[in-house]
């Protein structure tokens, strides 16, 4: 069962470049979610889905962008990659009933 | 606005002793959800507990205790007889009714010294 993955696990980019970072589970979960770990602000979301198709904001989601065409897959982009976006990001799914999220091994980025 | 406090940065025990993390958080909403995570060294983020709002019993698996008390806006984590692998950083975790925005704290980093 491979639960939720994240890839890729590490990545250098420069600033100004497009990456995507890509999160895929198999559970089959409803909701899938986009965080960011910064030292001293612990888990910022940046986006959110309720459902393929159905995307919405979180707490920080400028120089972000998103989608979901498929329940098992959401690809987190950063359009224009700044150092401050240099972080943890963390993928998590959850289901409709059960509002605990499972997490993915995280994907760290770093902008130079 | 939901927000979640926890006071504490790092601490420091040796090993069997107990060591409580605190938790403090704030909404407005009258059902809510709390959670504890913990982050190993390794970096991975493994769930420890949900708590809802209207039931404020407290719960105890193994070494691991959660003491939730609305009356303070508080939901504290004890581990009991410490060990080395309890280290990691723990994060305390607010949901509220609507949407899916679920507050983290800022983490406690937990060391554990043999």
């Known amino acids: 069962d491979a639960g939720i993955t994240q890839s890729p696990r590490y990545k250098i980019t420069e600033t100004g470049r497009q990456v995507t970072l890509m999160c895929h589970q198999t559970?089959?979960?409803?909701?899938m979610f986009w965080y960011r770990q910064d030292l001293g602000h612990g888990l910022r979301l940046i986006y959110y889905?309720?459902?393929?198709?159905?995307?919405d904001k979180g707490e920080v989601p400028d120089g972000y962008v998103v989608s979901r065409s498929k329940t098992e897959n959401f690809p987190l982009t950063l359009e224009s990659a700044t150092r401050s976006q240099t972080s943890v990001y963390f993928c998590?799914?959850?289901?409709?009933?059960?509002?605990?999220?499972?997490f993915g091994p995280g994907t760290r980025l770093t902008v130079t | 606005a939901q927000k979640v406090t926890q006071a504490q940065t790092e601490i420091s025990v040796v090993e069997k002793e107990d060591v409580t993390l605190d938790c403090v958080y704030e909404?407005?909403?009258?059902?809510?959800?709390l959670f504890w995570y913990k982050q190993p060294p390794s970096g991975e983020l493994v769930f420890l507990i949900r708590?809802?709002?209207?039931?404020?019993q407290n719960e105890i698996s193994g070494r691991y205790s959660w003491n939730f008390q609305k009356s303070t806006s508080s939901f504290n984590f004890t581990i009991t007889a410490s060990q080395v692998v309890d280290s990691a950083v723990y994060f305390c975790?607010?949901?509220?009714?609507?949407?899916?925005?679920?507050?983290f704290g800022a983490g406690t980093r937990l060391t554990v010294k043999p």
């Open positions: 998590a799914s959850s289901t409709i009933t059960s509002y605990e999220q499972y």
């Open positions: 975790a607010l949901r509220g009714t609507w949407g899916n925005d679920m507050r």
């Open positions: 708590r809802n709002s209207f039931d404020e």
């Open positions: 889905s309720a459902a393929a198709d159905i995307t």
């Open positions: 559970w089959s979960h409803s909701y």
């Open positions: 909404t407005r909403d009258t059902t809510y959800y």
